[in-house]
């Protein structure tokens, strides 16, 4: 009594057949061309021998245009779930040898299918997107299916952590579902995505431009700022996407996998207080601060070529996995901008949906002045970065390293936003503009009256500098939790987040805030 | 059509040039910021000037102003070799200054733009040929 061993045979040809994709002839193509085929991603992706597929045998119903009875092995998308570092993942990947990656109703199904899976199970959505885009042939039926991925993006959003690789062409609609997701990871060469290429770019708008400047990773890295990682290739995106889940909770309702030592170590880093130049004019380089304020100097930062003028990372301090914010005073003097808004704002937003601490840094002079910033709308968008903060109710945490000024010092998370400790080095400022302009609104009368107006406003000036140009004024009003030393960072902050770890805090209940956007 | 001249290794040639873009292509939409593929941590050349530059905008070996602000110092002599990255001129602009770096590999040629002076952000400061 054993099980028939022509079903075994018919199983294992099955098996055997789906796993040639569109032919071994298109598979043998694609290695040449030094691309891995959508199984070999997924492979690479998950811990050895972890993956477990779903739908394998789903077939496409389509009788139109010459697609009856046309077989499109898992139509055209490998989906399942695996292990990642000893975590379960749920991923798919659509496979361009089979009918170019495009997207139909079943192919559309399955990675609804997986996606419902994922939020069941409390499990991070990871998609590997390299597809000619809709199926034409499936008409309203492949449209359909785009609408049934966006709106699950949408469900899973602050659900799940959602992440896209992009691999291949992406266009048009095709492209929302990335744009859906909390991070892309795109490939530098053999990717490009967009809504509208050059040709119909040049027959709308009569503008010449290339695919790359629209359309590559490159492009959305630095300009656009639709992308958050540039990766060598389809590998090195996949372990860009493997360290990024390293500091991610699986879902919205467990901690993020912090690693804490049993003891906090308080040592003082003397190559801290080196770091802070003498003159205030000087940049400090924050990604120097931030490599000795975490563990092993090691952070993943995120949209690293877009608004540089604020640096955004995932690190850990002292084992505790937290979201860092840190003004850039080597780019654009740290000025807080439109771009930096946004990028800074949906950053924090992430960090508290996923219960990561938040870390902030703080150099900024203020936000950039300019027509084209007040034209463009930084009103609307700096307030994305008042609104952020003040919503999220993760632990914050704020060092105040130098300047501190104005509108951009309460957009950088003080007391006052709900910061649940301040920290201030000795070389803080905090005022409400700088000394300069400070003066000359105060004391206009009295230094145009005096016998040597320049003389005057200098003296005027500097006493103003004295008094705000240092962190105690704001001490002495209990603006900041204590005054320390730069060498002193790394090891009350990482008590702090011990104690601030069981922090919680409850809000009106509604439906949503109303975020300007 | 354009007529120029060309001239290779000291010998005139008089050339005809048909622009096929002429009469749609407007100039460059600021919009069309040319972007390094190369390497992505290069910095991506700065948009276009607004105004119509000089014929030599664009190039590579013009320095562009990170942002408007007031040009403290050249960092280096006019002759000097640099290497691309080396600091060559500093900016003050929101209470912080501001370095700016050379953007090839090369001489420095001619200093555009004068120490005191305010400086427009994409202005161009000095060239490096």
Known sequence: ?517 | MKKLRVTVEGKVYEVLVEMLDEGTAAPAPASSAPVTTASITAPVVARPAPKPAPAAAGVSGDVLCPMTGKLMSFDVQIGQTVAEGTQVATVEAMKMNTYVYASKAGKVLEFVAKPGDTVEEHAVLLRIG
């Open chain 1, 1 to 517: 009594m054993a099980i028939s061993p022509a079903l075994l045979q018919e199983l294992e040809e099955k098996r055997k057949t789906l796993y040639l994709a569109g032919g071994a002839d298109k598979l043998a193509e694609r290695k040449k061309k030094g691309l891995m085929s959508a199984r070999e991603r997924l492979d690479a992706f998950f811990d050895a021998g972890t993956f477990m597929e779903f739908g394998l045998h789903v077939q496409h119903d389509c009788q139109n245009f010459g697609l009856a009875g046309k077989p499109m092995p898992a139509d055209g998308v490998i989906t399942g779930v695996g292990y990642v570092e000893g975590r379960p993942v749920a991923a798919y990947a659509q496979d361009f040898t089979v009918g170019g990656g495009s997207l139909g109703s079943k192919h559309a199904q399955k990675i609804c299918n997986l996606m419902e899976y994922a939020m069941k199970a409390g499990m991070p959505f990871v998609g590997v997107n390299d597809s000619g885009g809709a199926r034409i042939q499936e008409g309203d039926e492949a449209l359909s299916g785009y609408g049934k991925i966006f709106f699950r993006n949408v469900l899973a959003s602050g659900v799940i952590p959602q992440i896209t690789v992009i691999a291949g062409p992406c266009a048009g609609g095709a492209a929302y579902s990335p744009a859906l997701t909390d991070f892309i990871i795109m490939t530098k060469k053999n990717a490009q995505m967009f809504i509208c290429g050059p040709e119909v770019i040049k027959a709308a708008t009569g503008q010449t431009v290339t695919m790359d400047e629209i359309g590559s990773a490159a492009a959305h890295a630095a300009i656009s700022g639709n992308i958050h990682f540039v990766a060598e290739d389809e590998k090195h995106a996949l372990q860009i996407a493997t360290k990024l889940l390293s500091f991610l909770p699986s879902n919205n309702v467990m901690d993020p996998p912090h690693k804490p030592a049993a003891t906090v170590t308080l040592d003082r880093d003397i190559e801290m207080n080196e770091l802070v130049p003498e003159d205030a004019k000087a940049p400090l380089d924050v990604t120097k601060v931030i490599s000795r304020l975490v563990d092993n100097g090691d952070f993943l930062e995120v949209q690293k070529d877009f608004a540089k003028n604020i640096v955004i990372c995932f690190a850990r301090i002292q084992g505790i996995s937290v979201g860092i914010i840190a003004n850039q005073p080597a780019h654009k003097a740290g000025t807080l901008d439109i771009d930096a808004s946004d990028k800074a704002a949906r950053f924090i937003r992430f960090c508290n949906v996923f219960n990561l601490p938040i870390v902030n840094l703080v150099d900024v002079p203020g936000f950039l002045p300019g027509v084209v910033q007040e034209r463009g709308g930084i009103i609307r968008h700096g307030a994305k970065m008042l609104f952020a903060y003040a919503s999220a109710t993760v632990p914050k945490i704020t060092v105040i390293m130098r300047k501190a000024y104005g509108g951009a010092y309460l957009a950088m998370c003080p007391v006052d936003m709900g910061a649940d400790a301040v920290y201030a080095w000795p070389t803080a400022e905090i005022a409400v503009m700088g000394a300069e302009g400070a003066v000359k609104v105060l004391f206009k009368r009295e230094i145009t009256s005096a016998a040597d107006p320049s003389a005057k406003e200098k003296e005027l000036t500097a006493e103003y500098r004295k008094k705000f140009c240092a962190p105690y004024e704001a001490a002495s009003r209990g603006f900041i939790t204590d005054v320390i030393e730069p060498a002193q960072t790394r090891g009350i902050v990482a008590m702090m987040l011990r104690n601030t770890l069981s922090k919680r805090e409850t809000r009106p209940p509604k439906k949503h805030g109303n975020i300007p956007l």
